[in-house]
């Protein structure tokens, strides 16, 4: 590259003059030596000793052709009345000019960059990306953690069932001789599957840090390149690190990503992944026991894994580690408590319950999130600690988004937004089912103009009057507005979607209509591609008949009650507007004590 550089840098380009100045202004004034025919295609023009020829060597010009250039030059002279001995000798040669080494510059290139990236890139040699084998780059991208593992079982709280079930693996590596000599076999691994931010990463390195020994860590998606057999090249190469650093915990996260199952199909990447899976199970069915090697995977899609994958013998556990309960929610508040500097008038023991009760559905990550939040809120106002109102706050934000005390709202569309959060609260008092309301706001959060916050009861189970009674409450809105205005807004599209979601739970899923019958058939999650219906076309009709009937009965059931309670909703209304919110304590002062009854569902 060097060498190609410095000689189209330096190399002499002469200067080019036309045929008509070569005759006029050289060839006519005898000041020519001779002329060089350089490979048929241009002549340079070599001048007489002395001539000056703007501080280039020669000169040159452009030819069509020899034959065209020799009877040009031959009438030219014989014009000027140059005999044949004064005519300028005329010397045919060839040269390398350069072409050659600029048609084959790319592929130097091309040659050069592959080598660099093979010697430095993830195709290097040795773990580090170092200089060796040039075909290395099936070596697995897995991270190893040997002595800065610092999570332990006490850090993990909410799921102790979970603990408990993988206690045993810890005990295993030990003390590996104490289930030998009974005879008896480790599992040679466990799913760990739950919805996100439960604690399954979490879980899964507390156990390598209370066994005291490395921790292996990969995800799924790393197994996948845009070489063929780089997939099950990595995998070879991970349980051989594992066999070298045993005993020892290896984690593979989101294992969907390579384990999903086979056979739909043959085509590109899918070819890639079932590859990659097929060599995942050689590797785990013929895994030595006696090599203390625990594997260990998580996922929250455990139902498109192979069977295969998760067969005794390979996965021979699976571990759901779900929403923890209250319980479960006050000993998470209790580890994340632990660094923040509270109020020096906070029982973290009583405050732990508390915000456990305010949070229902709230997962490991979650809560996490909201005591930063709480502590984020107090650096913000410049606290010296963190108080009870601070998490309330961090609450909301988790829950309802970003307080928008800066929108303005038109005084109709204000008007509006009371009334419909009025048509909630109201229809949420007089419902027996009903989740009891904690807050009520008119302030925007997020994507909402209006913004109510329940308390959900710790339930497994639901009868259908409960949902029924939920399907009412959520649309409180809608009917409030219709009663009171005569017409309706987009504002209730979200609890339309709810009430929608609820409707063909109970029909599709739940078996709760007598038309349809004791049937269940799987919805499809959100955002999945559904090619064929479990159900007949007949059906699919019945059941769009039953959900818009059940829609209906709750609509008219929510309608007969705000047109009863219309005088309540008004107050309450009164009381939002007057207010940016306020809380169930308060929010029952205008219902009054009058018993909590509704019209019966039908």
């Keep these: 590259m060097a060498s190609a550089f410095l000689y189209f840098y330096f190399r002499e380009t002469g200067k080019e003059v036309s045929w008509k100045d070569f005759v006029n202004s050289y060839l006519a004034r005898r ?8 490979n048929k295609q241009y002549v340079r023009v070599i001048p007489v000793h002395g001539v000056n020829t703007s501080e280039v060597s020669y000169l040159w010009f452009n030819i069509g052709s020899v034959e065209t250039f020799e009877r040009n030059l031959e009438l030219a002279q014989q014009e000027m009345g140059l005999d044949s001995s004064h005519r300028v000798p005329v010397i045919y040669g060839s040269e390398n000019d350069g072409t050659f080494l600029m048609s084959i510059l790319p592929t130097l290139l091309l040659v050069g960059f592959l080598l660099f990236t093979m010697r430095q890139g993830p195709m290097a040699g040795g773990r580090g990306g170092g200089r060796g084998n040039p075909f290395s780059m099936g070596e697995s991208k897995a991270k190893i953690m040997k002595d800065n593992i610092d999570v332990r079982f006490k850090d993990v709280a909410g799921c102790e069932e979970a603990k408990l079930e993988i206690l045993e693996f810890v005990n295993f590596l030990k003390n590996p001789r104490q289930y030998q000599d009974l005879g008896a076999k480790i599992p040679k691994g466990a799913v760990l599957s739950g919805p996100p931010g439960t604690g399954k990463t979490l879980l899964a390195k507390a156990t390598a840090g209370e066994a005291n020994v490395p921790f292996i860590t990969v995800n799924g998606s790393e197994f996948q390149e845009m070489f063929v057999g780089v997939g099950p090249a990595r995998v070879r190469d991970m349980f051989a690190m594992a066999r070298k650093n045993a005993p020892c915990i290896l984690f593979i996260d989101e294992i969907d990503a390579v384990g999903r199952k086979r056979g739909r199909g043959n085509f590109g990447g899918q070819s890639e992944q079932e590859n990659t899976l097929n060599q995942l199970l050689v590797e785990m069915d013929g895994f030595n026991t006696s090599t203390n090697v625990v594997v260990l995977a998580g996922t929250n899609r455990p139902d498109i894994l192979d069977p295969a994958l998760i067969r005794p013998g390979r996965f021979d556990r699976q571990i759901y580690i779900g929403p923890p309960d209250i319980k479960g929610r006050a000993s998470i508040f209790k580890v994340h408590l632990r660094p923040l500097k509270l109020d020096s008038s906070i ?21 996490a999130n909201m005591c930063n939040e709480a502590a984020l809120i107090a650096a913000r106002y410049l606290n010296e600690s963190i108080n009870v109102k601070h998490f309330e706050q961090a609450i909301e934000r988790v829950i309802g988004g970003l307080e928008k005390k800066t929108q303005v709202l038109q005084p109709a569309e204000k008007t509006t937004v009371a009334y419909h959060e009025a048509g909630h609260a109201v229809v949420g008092w007089y419902l027996e089912h009903a989740d009891p309301l904690l807050k009520v706001s008119i302030i925007p959060r997020g994507k909402g103009l209006g913004y109510a916050q329940y308390l959900p009861k710790e339930q497994y189970l639901f009868t259908r009057e409960q949902l029924f009674d939920r399907m009412c409450m959520m649309l409180g809105g809608r009917v409030a507005e219709q009663v009171f205005f005569g017409k309706i807004t987009t504002g209730a599209q979200d609890d339309l979607r709810k009430v929608t979601q609820s409707a063909y739970a109970q029909v599709v899923q739940f078996g709760m209509s007598e038309m349809v019958g004791q049937v269940s058939f799987e919805l499809p999650r959100q955002g999945e591609m559904v090619m064929e219906k479990p159900y007949s076309e007949p059906t699919a009709r ?45 929010y029952g002062e205008p219902l009054g004590t009058e018993e909590a009854t509704a019209p019966k569902p039908p």
């Excluded at 000041?31 to 350089?38: A, I």
């Excluded at 973290?348 to 305010?358: G, H, I, V």
């Excluded at 008949?545 to 209304?573: C, G, N």
């Design 31 to 38: 000041l020519v030596d001779r002329l060089e025919v350089v």
């Design 347 to 367: 029982d973290s023991e009583a405050l732990s319950r508390k915000l456990a009760a305010l949070t229902p559905g709230f997962t490991g990550a979650d809560i």
């Design 542 to 586: 019945l059941i769009d008949q039953e959900v818009r009937s059940l829609i209906d009965a709750a609509f008219q059931r929510t309608h007969q009650l705000i047109t009863e309670k219309r005088d309540v909703v008004e107050k309450v209304r009164g009381r939002e507007g007057g207010r940016e919110g306020y809380v169930g304590e308060r």
